[in-house]
T-cell receptor, first 115, second 114 residues
């Protein structure tokens, strides 16, 4: 069965620190990969997505993620976090072979940025 | 198992049918959401309910009708849908007012309109 793992449940950083959130999935075929963010009091928003091409994907607000197929990973990074990045971050995977009508979420990572 | 259960998991319906999707959570959350996931698109927020009151309707066509009879249940009533409505419909819940209001997702209902 397909699954998505986010091993960091809660990450606390000081402003200007670098961020890397892990995401691993279990599916042997071709995948579409997403990172979503949920700010306090708001609904999910798309940060970035990978469908094909360059495995290093740039998203909004200075975020990027790298797809490493051999490691089944899609880690999210930001060189220097800000207090406004405090939010819940979700990794999601959709298996291309079975079409768009499946989407598996990780359990989320809460990021707290201390001013 | 996230604590959010959606039924059915798969649904095929004709354009003249009426069906309902059900979402149930026993996490004690006070906010529930419907999202739509279409091919090659990010999630689209459809409806938000806080304390059983609808607080957001994201320009959703009237052929989708939500219902929240209590804080544990959320329905999405479907009628006269179009083939382009075929998608994965995801329900989520969260506890509004606490730090982070993390969302917990159901496994989704895969809807095919024929």
């Amino acid at each position: 069965a397909q699954s998505v793992s986010q091993h960091n449940h809660h990450v606390i950083l000081s402003e200007a620190a670098s961020l890397e959130l892990g995401c691993n999935y279990s599916y042997g075929g071709t995948v579409n990969l997403f990172w979503y963010v949920q700010y306090p009091g708001q609904h999910l928003q798309l940060l970035l997505k990978y469908f094909s091409g360059d495995p290093l994907v740039k998203g909004i607000k200075g975020f990027e993620a790298e797809f490493i197929k051999s490691k089944f990973s899609f880690n999210l990074r930001k060189p220097s976090v800000q207090w406004s990045d405090t939010a819940e971050y979700f990794c999601a995977v959709n298996a291309q072979q079975t079409g768009a009508n499946n989407l598996f979420f990780g359990t989320g990572t809460r990021l707290t940025v201390i001013p | 198992e996230t604590g959010v259960t959606q039924t059915p998991r798969h649904l095929v319906m004709g354009m003249t049918n009426k069906k309902s999707l059900k979402c149930e959570q026993h996490l004690g959350h006070n906010a529930m959401y419907w999202y739509k996931q279409s091919a090659k698109k990010p999630l689209e927020l459809m409806f938000v309910y806080n304390f059983k009151e609808q607080t957001e309707n994201n320009s959703v066509p009237s052929r989708f009708s939500p219902e929240c009879p209590n804080s544990s249940h959320l329905f999405l009533h479907l009628h006269t849908l179009q083939p382009e409505d075929s998608a994965l419909y995801l329900c989520a819940s969260s506890q509004e007012g606490t730090d982070g209001n993390k969302a917990f997702f159901g496994q989704g209902t895969r809807l095919t309109v024929v």
